[in-house]
């Protein structure tokens, strides 16, 4: 039996209960689209992800990537799967008709990338990364550009490479040294070294296309002189693909992700490689950017992926393994064993993982659906409103994304105990893939920085704004639950200390005290995230809640005996009391926390910035 | 440059200002003990951590253990440091003279502890649990057991191991099915399956004796009816050392730790196995007991030499490494690049770091301690006062110790960044070696079971109101500290959430809402944890507070420029502006959540145990 990948009730109840995403079939852009063909893209993702993806998840990790001789081998288990992956058309999924997609929503797209990511995301990173270069091309690239690698690499032909780091430009990317000076025929000769470059280098492919930050000869210093090259490894020319002098260096032996290639790529050692300049002159940054929103919410459902299939997999061990009688029975030796689920710290820790679970991926499709609405309203207005969204939860959802994810991880091994530390089961696999999650597509304290310095700021506030202001509109509708009451109360209580710490941040930065934002935005967007998660499980359980009533209400069942039986009976009843039950336990033991978080940052305490270096450790 | 294992100045602040041990001098017991040896003590173990066991840890871990036909080969690197390590006589530091010891306190052995685990925790494994196994031997040995075995384990000529894990009975130790059958000369004939037996099988020496809990045949079920056996690899006969018929079955592929077997022995397969009964029949669990405290708080030293080591390697790589501009001129392209300790989200995650390692490192240290005073002390009431300060903060110091363990090595990969998650650098070991700490010598939820269900129970209570106690005669003392009256009302302020949390509990725990101590024994422990630290950090920072004030008087540097000045040139003045700085960092930003944390645990929000087992997911 294949390992779970991911809970199918809850992608379904998010997409069609919470989101409703069958609202966009109103919309022109996806008048075409049903329920129907999305359960039927759903099902079809989970077959893949369960027979074909999962099965070389754990073989790939062994074989690992194999450098030889300037060329590298995948794990021989990976190509099948891409085959399929590929063949089923997935890569385009949610690209429009026009550049060869099939058109389906983004969301449907991400529920997609959650199950492939939480069935072999070393193998999957392959397509992911192609599919972040194709879209470049599609929005940045002529004509020519796009027939010449846009579809091929759509199509998963060829692959796709995103390639900015330097060993002297982390993150600070506009250190960066590779040079690109202009030929007679509008092309560039480069020449440069980029290190940790994903899936650099492979033979899952024929050809693989690196999109590449350069500067142009002349150009100025920093991030502001920097531009995009396309470089692909062969090169087009009359008709034949030739060899485009990029070699790689080597590749990387890291804690994880051992199927994915890291690599070293040197471009131009031969004096014989050709960039074509994607966009403008010197417009590199401002272009990788506007990509930036995509690659990172794929970053932050990587760790989505590993916190589901921890999960599923921690869940399952749990109700199979028994061991000690249960604690009613505990001082009796003859008591029977009993699964370990039963054991109410063994519960704590699966609540833990269930509820952070389906917060992230409530909050990772929501960011999907606003980008669905981005592209399908016909408002400006609108548009604009839901742009503002994305742009304020992105950082969040990398982040947060990646660091509960692995927290998630980590309480899968304990669940498992001595078992969970050994390669026999899958979760320190996915403790080690899931911690790149935290420091590619930038460090996660680069996105508490864009959050704090970049998006609370922008638009004079408006982005934090109007996501007040919808939470505002939520709690209206919260309020009129009772049963819940509480709930609401202690979301909103940590709703307000975000507000506030918010105010604070504004007030210290327009003072000498500007460096106590920069000091404090990663506790802030633990908090930000904290109460985001909060938020969707909260309007997750207000939907259970009700439904769970009309359950009830149709089986009679008016006190607690009558009702336990509803939910020992129907299955349906059990999915919404555990809806309940996430909400409970996430706002009870998290959001608990947010005004001691609060309070912690509006110290404004600088003792990490005020003492000398010395001051750290003196051996 | 060998990699630094632990910052000396702070572990000669703890033993010397923090715990003053040459108070022990004045005892009887370690009369002959001066400062003068223990710093001779100190230079010996770190030169042989730093010098001989570091260099051997990255490619041990890259090694790993080797298993064919039976036996196993440990990484050839080992067996070099291991020969010093044991001529050193490093092994029995601490024991008594007469039992072959060097009679050293404990917490002298400790420090020495910290930092071979700090530079080679795979390779320390051996010795260190060759030390739990000579010292049952010594307590409960024969004289004809110390001879054949204890004397050989504490010269470390053999290893030792304990074998309690079998595949049905982890957790669960009472569900053993290890047979002992009596033979006419008072030995048992020994058959059964242990796994995961740390070092069970090497060739680091030629005999192994393992330390095994079964059960004599007719004896009762559960844990009452175990015994302990003495069961050598070879067995001593007529002066001569034969085959024992323990088999060694395989060794697990494991996230970290690779250099330490991890052993599936098979007992008698060939009925052929003898083994000596230690101590009494059926009295097996309570002499495991008896050694569990120095077993659990080696473990919890484990996570604080990975912390200490992970710690002080990304000071050095945050130090040395070069990454955008100072932040005062973050939009100036042209501005020199500085090391990253430079930038303030660095900064706090150093802080982070420095603070919780150095509080973990006070805890531990002072629970040595205590045991010294168990020893020496020629008063009853004080020996029972030091050995209840033992009891109840040894699962604390094993569970927060692993877990914050781990969060420091995580930290230490972040500051890292990309570099941190590659196997050229040690932190990413640190962090599969540390992972299993939470694991062996009992889970972490077992350690807040046996805090919250027997620890708190015991005497009535006394040993929470002894501990109590004492930190209300430190808070007489700390509350004269006018500078610091922020810090210490914020640590009392947590100290009495803990206090109404263990009230909680005890009234909980008397009716049929008894499931909720068990629910939230592990969010206790952590605010247990929180609280134990902040103490040492406060107490730390009262001395260190003291120094300081002394320093500048003598410097004549009454405001803050000049005390800046003092604080540029003054090595002594840094480390304790320093030590103050944990503190705060410490006490603001972790105990201001105490209050969040009692108020989740005293919800007694029930979701967890409550649900059925079905709402957890349905697919």
């Given at each position: 039996m294949a390992n779970p990948v991911v809970d199918k009730r809850d992608v379904k109840f998010v997409l069609y209960e919470q989101l409703d995403i069958e609202q966009l079939s109103n919309t022109a852009k996806y008048a075409e689209y049903s329920k129907e063909m999305y359960d039927m893209v759903l099902e079809q993702a989970w077959k893949l992800a369960e027979n074909e993806m999962e099965p070389a998840n754990s073989k790939g990790d062994r074989d690992g990537c194999v450098w030889e001789d300037g060329k590298v081998r995948v794990p021989e288990s990976y190509h099948r799967p891409y085959q399929m992956y590929r063949e089923g058309g997935w890569l385009p999924i949610s690209e429009d008709v026009e550049a060869?997609?099939?058109?389906?929503?983004?969301?449907?797209?991400?529920?997609?990338?959650?199950?492939?990511?939480?069935?072999?995301?070393?193998?999957f990173l392959y397509p992911g990364l192609t599919h972040g270069a194709a879209r470049l091309l599609e929005v940045y690239g002529t004509e020519e550009q796009q027939r010449n690698f846009m579809d091929k690499l759509y199509s998963g032909e060829w692959c796709g490479t995103m390639c900015l780091t330097e060993p002297q430009a982390g993150s600070d990317v506009g250190a960066s040294l590779t040079k690109a000076v202009p030929n007679e025929d509008g092309t560039f000769s480069i020449s440069g070294t980029k290190i940790f470059i994903s899936c650099g280098e492979h033979d899952l492919t024929e050809n693989i296309v690196h999109m590449v930050l350069g500067r142009i000869e002349g150009a100025p210093p920093g991030t502001k002189g920097l531009s995009l090259f396309i470089i692909p490894k062969l090169r087009?020319?009359?008709?034949?693909?030739?060899?485009?002098?990029?070699?790689?260096?080597?590749?990387?032996h890291k804690m994880g992700i051992h199927g994915s290639s890291t690599c070293t790529l040197n471009f131009g050692e031969n004096n014989n490689c050709t960039g074509y300049l994607l966009g403008k002159e010197n417009q590199g940054m401002r272009i990788m950017f506007q990509m930036m929103n995509e690659s990172r919410l794929f970053i932050g459902m990587q760790g989505q992926s590993h916190a589901s299939a921890a999960y599923l997999y921690a869940l399952r061990y749990a109700k199979e393994r028994t061991q000690g009688p249960d604690i009613s029975r505990i001082k009796d030796p003859t008591a029977p064993k009993v699964a370990i689920i039963n054991h109410p710290?063994?519960?704590?820790?699966?609540?833990?993982?269930?509820?952070?679970?389906?917060?992230?991926?409530?909050?990772?499709?929501?960011?999907?659906?606003?980008?669905?609405?981005?592209?399908?309203?016909?408002?400006?207005?609108?548009?604009?409103?839901?742009?503002?969204?994305i742009d304020i939860l992105i950082p969040v959802c990398k982040a947060y994304g990646s660091d509960m994810g692995f927290r998630v991880c980590e309480t899968a091994i304990q669940v498992l105990g001595g078992y969970g530390y050994c390669q026999e089961h899958p979760v320190e696999q996915f403790l080690r893939d899931c911690k790149i999650a935290s420091i590619y597509e930038g460090t996660n304290g680069i996105q508490a920085l864009d959050l704090v310095g970049r998006k609370l700021v922008i638009k004079r506030?408006?982005?934090?704004?109007?996501?007040?202001?919808?939470?505002?509109?939520?709690?209206?509708?919260?309020?009129?639950?009772?049963?819940?009451?509480?709930?609401?109360?202690?979301?909103?209580?940590?709703?307000?200390?975000?507000?506030?710490?918010?105010?604070y941040f504004g007030l210290k930065g327009m003072t000498a005290d500007y460096v106590v934002p920069l000091?404090?935005?990663?506790?802030?967007?633990?908090?930000?995230?904290?109460?985001?998660?909060?938020?969707?499980?909260?309007?997750?359980?207000?939907?259970?809640?009700?439904?769970?009533?009309?359950?009830?209400?149709?089986?009679?069942?008016?006190?607690?005996?009558?009702?336990?039986?509803?939910?020992?009976?129907?299955?349906?009843?059990?999915?919404?009391?555990?809806?309940?039950?996430?909400?409970?336990?996430?706002?009870?033991?998290?959001?608990?926390?947010?005004r001691g978080k609060a309070k912690a940052i509006m110290s404004g305490q600088r003792a990490a910035v005020d003492i000398p270096e010395e001051s750290f450790a003196l051996s």
């Amino acid at each position: 039996m294949a390992n779970p990948v991911v809970d199918k009730r809850d992608v379904k109840f998010v997409l069609y209960e919470q989101l409703d995403i069958e609202q966009l079939s109103n919309t022109a852009k996806y008048a075409e689209y049903s329920k129907e063909m999305y359960d039927m893209v759903l099902e079809q993702a989970w077959k893949l992800a369960e027979n074909e993806m999962e099965p070389a998840n754990s073989k790939g990790d062994r074989d690992g990537c194999v450098w030889e001789d300037g060329k590298v081998r995948v794990p021989e288990s990976y190509h099948r799967p891409y085959q399929m992956y590929r063949e089923g058309g997935w890569l385009p999924i949610s690209e429009d008709v026009e550049a060869g997609g099939q058109g389906f929503p983004v969301v449907m797209g991400l529920s997609a990338i959650e199950a492939f990511g939480a069935a072999n995301l070393a193998l999957f990173l392959y397509p992911g990364l192609t599919h972040g270069a194709a879209r470049l091309l599609e929005v940045y690239g002529t004509e020519e550009q796009q027939r010449n690698f846009m579809d091929k690499l759509y199509s998963g032909e060829w692959c796709g490479t995103m390639c900015l780091t330097e060993p002297q430009a982390g993150s600070d990317v506009g250190a960066s040294l590779t040079k690109a000076v202009p030929n007679e025929d509008g092309t560039f000769s480069i020449s440069g070294t980029k290190i940790f470059i994903s899936c650099g280098e492979h033979d899952l492919t024929e050809n693989i296309v690196h999109m590449v930050l350069g500067r142009i000869e002349g150009a100025p210093p920093g991030t502001k002189g920097l531009s995009l090259f396309i470089i692909p490894k062969l090169r087009p020319e009359n008709g034949q693909l030739v060899d485009n002098d990029v070699n790689c260096g080597g590749i990387e032996h890291k804690m994880g992700i051992h199927g994915s290639s890291t690599c070293t790529l040197n471009f131009g050692e031969n004096n014989n490689c050709t960039g074509y300049l994607l966009g403008k002159e010197n417009q590199g940054m401002r272009i990788m950017f506007q990509m930036m929103n995509e690659s990172r919410l794929f970053i932050g459902m990587q760790g989505q992926s590993h916190a589901s299939a921890a999960y599923l997999y921690a869940l399952r061990y749990a109700k199979e393994r028994t061991q000690g009688p249960d604690i009613s029975r505990i001082k009796d030796p003859t008591a029977p064993k009993v699964a370990i689920i039963n054991h109410p710290d063994v519960r704590r820790m699966l609540m833990f993982m269930k509820s952070v679970t389906e917060g992230l991926r409530a909050l990772l499709y929501y960011v999907g659906f606003c980008e669905d609405m981005v592209r399908s309203s016909t408002s400006d207005e609108e548009k604009e409103k839901y742009q503002d969204f994305i742009d304020i939860l992105i950082p969040v959802c990398k982040a947060y994304g990646s660091d509960m994810g692995f927290r998630v991880c980590e309480t899968a091994i304990q669940v498992l105990g001595g078992y969970g530390y050994c390669q026999e089961h899958p979760v320190e696999q996915f403790l080690r893939d899931c911690k790149i999650a935290s420091i590619y597509e930038g460090t996660n304290g680069i996105q508490a920085l864009d959050l704090v310095g970049r998006k609370l700021v922008i638009k004079r506030g408006q982005l934090f704004k109007r996501l007040i202001g919808e939470t505002e509109d939520f709690l209206k509708w919260a309020r009129k639950n009772f049963e819940l009451r509480e709930l609401v109360a202690t979301f909103e209580a940590a709703r307000e200390q975000m507000i506030q710490v918010t105010k604070y941040f504004g007030l210290k930065g327009m003072t000498a005290d500007y460096v106590v934002p920069l000091l404090y935005a990663t506790p802030y967007l633990e908090l930000f995230g904290d109460v985001a998660i909060g938020f969707m499980l909260l309007w997750q359980a207000l939907i259970a809640h009700r439904r769970l009533q009309e359950i009830y209400v149709d089986a009679g069942a008016k006190d607690g005996e009558s009702q336990k039986e509803v939910l020992a009976t129907n299955r349906s009843a059990a999915f919404y009391r555990g809806k309940v039950a996430s909400a409970e336990f996430f706002i009870t033991n998290v959001l608990s926390l947010s005004r001691g978080k609060a309070k912690a940052i509006m110290s404004g305490q600088r003792a990490a910035v005020d003492i000398p270096e010395e001051s750290f450790a003196l051996s």
